[in-house]
């Protein structure tokens, strides 16, 4: 797929990959063997019908091609840019074995691209069941539950603490990945189904989980894993210190970028150290050279093989002249007399045995320390659940990791009537790993508000 | 969108008072809370606390000061106007029970951010006493409200146009030797205000091993624990004040480091005021 440059992509934040034009995903659509047990879609988890989607590009229907795609997948403009299709779809295509894997992710963002540009209709909706659920978060999870209830028939509310829907579509994911008029785009989409996003509402703060329950059949909680967690090192709360989180939020949700014409000011370093190596710690490596740093550097305690980010996020890091230090872990971060950050202290590892998680253990080689220096520190080794409903719903059951227990055939928690998934069930996964457990439980609740006997559902 | 149905200014063009329509706010929040600002379109998100809320008319009231571009955004808003966002209550609300005799120590701002403080502990039987202080009389702002909650106020000022010449600090040190002059003291103190001076109160009541809460006012931007920008070190430990406060036992904050980070967007905050300045106002009226 074609890409902007890198060269002139570092001193913007649109796009990177340009999108197929209509032949060149006529001709993609092509390679597809049109399997007849359809290996692909088993590797996706919110059942995208890839075959026959496939077949309607290769006819030149992309509209029929997005209107199939969309009744199974909510987002498909987000999930054709950011799942991991290596891991999933695309390691299941037949052709993969030989060849390139017929590029899925690719044909799907055409196709939901296609039908944005052209004007979708909303598909018929199924008379409405007088059935209320409400849904705690407004990310993939809570967006793809209240998508699927919407289609059928019921009153679906999202309630969503911050300005803007989208949970890390829009505070997480950087606009050169994931442009954020595409997310308001497939937001609208929803709320034209019939859903009402209340925005600025707290679950757990303006009303708990217990008074929804009063008013609604239901309650999906898909509230995510939105707690940074920080290192136990010296000098973490040094300035310009930042949590990823924070530093995506800023730049991002608030368009930081633009300061001063946005208000949220973020601080520019020339030399940026950024600790972690998955998806989250590409996006603020990446972000901090677009926001003029001389050097943005990922450090990271394994080697590049372990790398938990996308293949194609690395490698476009790598285009963008991100440097890499692996097998480097921090001790501590060195501040001036003014408390800011100057530079970060490191030691160098060694690969050892394999560890529980069968990875080689990093042993740290004695007298290794060094300085690398910075004026801007992210952090980015994960987040924790958010707090906030656990906190504020006593009779729900919580792990001994702050996520909420749930059954992960039917995402039923404990409580009744009371449905998860997503981060806040599982701890910080994918995006994908969110709308698939928003499925699941939309199918669950559908279930059990209406009565249906499990094999009835099978067709939804 | 939440509608402004009262605007005054308490003091020149620098302090106001801004009622805003929030029924699902008003109905929730107690003292300690605090909320989220968005002004509009393009402004950043500020944390502000509630100085008196009405559950039957369903709004809230907030007291700021303008000290940059965003306080003197919302300082152009009339009665009328609409606010883009407005989310809360947020925070851990206020631990009230009876403590028995309690001060509340406060300058300038601090003093109609105490207000609701005041007026819980009042409610359930403790005896609160007031310890206010400003630069200058005219500063005192919502004083008299607080007033009625508490059995006595104390007053200084900077330049003593009103009660003691000084800051609360001395005015404080003061009223506990009087106090254990009649065998008497404070059980517990509570303090919101400059960071500055929370941290020399925190070290007077330490000296006199009075038991003391502040109310801590680090750089926010959601608000709802999932960032960080607002985290302080209590007890050697790392808070996010948005969701584990923004009240701590004064003793084990590290004040100095609070500081610190209050001063990270100096550089930036100029920059924004002078544009906004230069823009007049953002097309508004001053």
Known sequence: MPTQNPEDRIDNFSEVPYGYNEAEAMLEAQRCLQCKNQPCVSGCPVEVPIRDFIALIREGKFMEAASIIKAKNSLPAVTGRV?????????????GRRYQPVAIGNLERFAADYAREEGEKIPELPKSTGKKIAVVGAGPAGLTCAGDLALL??????????????????????????????VKYEIDYLIQLGVEVKLNF?????????????????????SGAGAPRLLNIPGINLVN????????????????????????????????????????????????????????????????????ARVEEVHHAEEEEIEFRFLTNPVRIIGDELGAVRAVECLQFELGEPDETGRAKPIPIPGSEHLIECDVVV?????????????????????????????????????????????????????????????????????????????????? | MYEVVRKEWLYGDIIFLIEVKAPQIAKKIRAGNFLVFRAREGAERIPITVAEYDKKKGTVTCIIQVIGKSTKLLGSYEKGDFIQDLVGPLGIATHIEKYGRVGIVSGGLGIPLANLVAKELQEVGNEVI???????????????????????????????????????????????????????????????????MMKFVSKITEKYNIPTVASLNPIMVDGTGMCGACRVTVDGKIQFACVDGPEFDAHKVDFDELIQRLEQYKKYEIESLEKYNKECCGGKKK
Not at chain 1, 161 to 182: N, Q, S, T, W
Not at chain 1, 418 to 447: C, F, L, N, P
Request: some cysteine; aromatic content about 6%; overall charge neutral.
């Open chain 1, 153 to 182: 028939g019921h009153k679906v509310t999202i309630f969503e603490a911050l300005h803007k829907p989208g949970g890390v579509l829009v505070y997480g994911i950087p606009e050169f990945r994931l442009p954020k008029d595409m």
């Open chain 1, 379 to 460: 952090i980015s080794v994960g987040n924790d659940p958010n707090p906030i409903i656990p906190r504020t719903t006593p009779d729900l059951e919580i792990s001994k990791w702050g996520t909420i227990v749930t059954d992960r055939i039917t995402g039923k928690t404990s409580k009744e009537r009371v449905y998860a998934g997503g981060d806040i069930a599982t701890g910080a996964a994918t995006v994908i790993a969110a709308m698939g457990a928003g499925k699941v439980a939309a199918k669950s609740i559908h279930k059990q508000i209406m009565g249906i006997e499990e094999t009835e559902i099978e067709s939804i």
């Open chain 1, 241 to 308: 210190v930042y949590s990823a989180n924070e530093y995506l939020t800023r730049v991002n949700l608030l368009k930081g970028y633009l300061f001063p014409e946005y208000k949220t000011p973020v601080k520019r370093g020339k030399n940026v150290v950024v600790i972690g190596a998955g998806n989250v710690a590409m996006d603020s490596a990446r972000t901090a050279k677009r926001l003029g740093a001389d050097h943005s550097i990922i450090v990271y305690r394994r080697s590049r093989k372990e790398c938990p």
């Open chain 2, 130 to 196: 007031g310890v206010v202080g400003a630069r200058t009389e005219d500063l005192l702002v919502w004083e008299e409200e607080m007033s009625q909650y508490c059995t006595e106020m104390n007053y200084c000022t900077d330049d003593g146009s009103r009660g003691m010449k000084g800051f609360t600090t001395h005015l404080l040190e003061q009223k506990i030797q009087e106090l254990a002059k009649k065998g008497e003291k404070f059980d517990l103190v509570f303090t919101v205000g400059p960071t500055v």
């Open chain 1, 83 to 95: 799942c991991p299709q290596e891991l999933q779809c695309e390691a299941k295509c037949v052709m």
């Open chain 1, 202 to 222: 707290l679950v757990g703060k303006n009303k708990t989980v217990d008074e929804l329950l009063d008013e609604y059949d239901a309650v999906f909680v898909g």
